[in-house]
């Protein structure tokens, strides 16, 4: 059985973030993750797309985010149970918590914290016959390595950040890229939505808006889609990959069977600290739902910082959370 003080279920920048947050306060901590590897989303599905919104970063590519933060909370020495499912939360009778995995790992801690971005997700597909044949034969539903894409012609379908982000990246990479969007407006941020604009004024991009996919040719791979524009006017575009960019279908997996009050795949917080209706168990992420949610990396780091204070209380009941200072040298510090 491993001990602990605070469990973190979920390995993303978030749950990474809350380590240090909790390491200021003296506070040890446990990580377990479903990947075989830290950073979630970022490390997983998109290592290599710039972020653009991290205070002090105009850019940084996801996984040197995960790198940074890692040695952000290597002084701290957490400990790790990757490539494990958590499967049951108890509460015992002295008030801590059980956690047991799908490999039988037993985590007790004194508070829970659940990080667990998405959930258990998978990508949400578009409706277009014969998709299945050419998933890994020119369709691609994220961007692992973009070199792959390498003077290729591609496709992105879709009008979210993930889609203006990588248009944006890919514009610099492949030979050819051509967004396809089914409205008018984009869903992500104005600011990416105008440089795709620019970039597509500057001809460096082909922008199809009001248009759907509606079918794929090739013998063995990918070789052109089929898309149908608001005049019902029906276009044919060669291309070596489409990559769908629709966004993610949350799932919450086991998280749904423990207790907590949820709206739509999403746990209900209080603000104030971003405890959940279970007294110690706390969520913080794109996991958690609250009026004015926004879903973005760095409303996470606030949430965690906020959650630190009060797991403080669950890890020593008998101490007050207080700073001191001290002067050195005529400076005042910590």
Not at 237 to 266: C, H, M, Q, R, V
Request: hydrophobic share 40%.
């Amino acid at each position: 059985m491993i001990h602990t003080d605070i469990c973190i279920i979920g390995a993303g920048p978030v749950g990474l973030f809350a380590v240090f947050e909790a390491g200021l306060l003296k506070m040890r901590c446990h990580l377990i993750d479903v990947l075989p590897q830290i950073g979630g989303q970022l490390s997983e599905i998109y290592p290599k797309k710039p972020i653009y919104d991290i205070p002090g970063f105009p850019e940084v590519l996801a996984q040197d985010l995960v790198d940074n933060l890692k040695k952000q909370i290597d002084p701290f020495k957490p400990t790790f149970t990757l490539g494990e499912r958590v499967e049951t939360l108890a509460k015992k009778e002295d008030g801590t918590f059980e956690i047991k995995t799908s490999d039988e790992s037993i985590i007790s801690c004194k508070t829970v914290v659940i990080a667990g971005g998405l959930g258990c997700f998978e990508p949400r597909k578009p409706e277009i016959e014969k998709l299945e044949k050419y998933e890994g034969k020119g369709v691609y539903y994220m961007v692992k390595d973009p070199e792959r894409f390498r003077d290729k012609k591609i496709i992105i379908a879709g009008g979210g950040d993930s889609a203006l982000d990588w248009t944006i990246f890919l514009s610099n990479v492949a030979s050819e890229v051509t967004l396809v969007h089914r409205n008018e407006s984009f869903r992500g941020a104005p600011d990416s939505a105008e440089k795709v604009f620019e970039l597509a004024k500057a001809g460096k991009i082909k922008l199809l808006l009001n248009t759907h996919l509606k079918e794929l040719k090739g013998d063995n791979v990918l070789e052109s889609a089929t898309v149908i524009g608001k005049d019902k006017e029906v276009s044919e575009l060669k291309t070596d990959y489409l990559i769908p960019l629709f966004g993610l279908s949350p799932k919450l997996g086991p998280i749904a069977e423990w207790g907590l009050n949820i709206d739509k795949n999403a746990i209900e917080v209080n603000t104030f600290d971003y405890s959940t209706n279970i007294p110690g168990v706390f969520a913080i992420g794109d996991i958690n739902t609250y009026p004015g949610k926004l879903k973005l990396i760095l409303c996470g780091f606030h949430e965690a910082a906020l959650m630190a204070q009060s797991a403080f209380k669950y890890v020593y009941p008998d101490q007050k959370l207080s700073f001191k200072y001290t002067t050195v040298n005529g400076v005042n510090a910590f």
